[in-house]
C-alpha cells in the first residue's frame, strides 16, 4: 500500500509538472525529461537511468544536427561549455593562429588578422582593456625574451607556448 501511495503521488506530480511545462511552452523533449525526474526523484536508485536517459536524448538530438557523440559525457560536458575558441584557417597552412574577433558590451568586433589590417575595437575602450587584461594574465604562452625579438612588432614576435594562447597573446 505504502509503495502505491508514493508512486501515485510521483507520478501526479509528475503530470502536473508536465502540463505546466507546456502551458509556459517549454520544448517537448525538455518537459519529458524533467518529469521523469520529479517521477524518478521519488527512487533515488534509479536517478543513474534517468541520467543516460537525457544523455541519449541529448546525442540523438545532436546527431540529427550531424554531430558524433563518441561517449555521454561529452554531452554532458558541451552542455556547461560557455566559450569555444575554434580555428578555421591558419594553423595547418601558415603554422600561426589568429584572433579574427572579439567579443564584449554585447558587440562583435573584428580583429586584424594580419599586419595590414586594422582593428574595428577601441583600444582605449575600458571593457576591451579589461579582456585585454584576462587574455594576457590568464595565459601561460610569453614572448621569446631577446632583444631583436622584443623590437618586432607583436604580430611578428617569436613565443613560447601553445598556438591557442599566443593568438590571444599577440
Known sequence: QFVFTITAFALVVGLICLV???ILGFQFVQNI?????????????A??????????ITAQRMATKNVLVKNL???E???STTVICTDKTGTLTQNRMTVA?????RTIFKCATNPKEGHQFGKDDVTF????????LCNTTTFANTPKNMRLPVSQRLTVGDASETA???
Open 20 to 22: 505546466i511545462g507546456f
Open 33 to 45: 525529461v524533467f518529469t521523469i525526474g520529479i517521477i524518478v526523484a521519488c527512487c533515488p536508485q
Open 47 to 56: 536517478l543513474p537511468s534517468v541520467v543516460t536517459l537525457a544523455l541519449t
Open 73 to 75: 559525457e561529452t554531452v
Open 77 to 79: 560536458i558541451l552542455g
Open 101 to 105: 574577433h572579439v567579443y564584449y558590451d
Open 129 to 136: 582593456q579589461e579582456l585585454h587584461r584576462i587574455a594576457s
Open 168 to 170: 590571444l597573446l599577440k
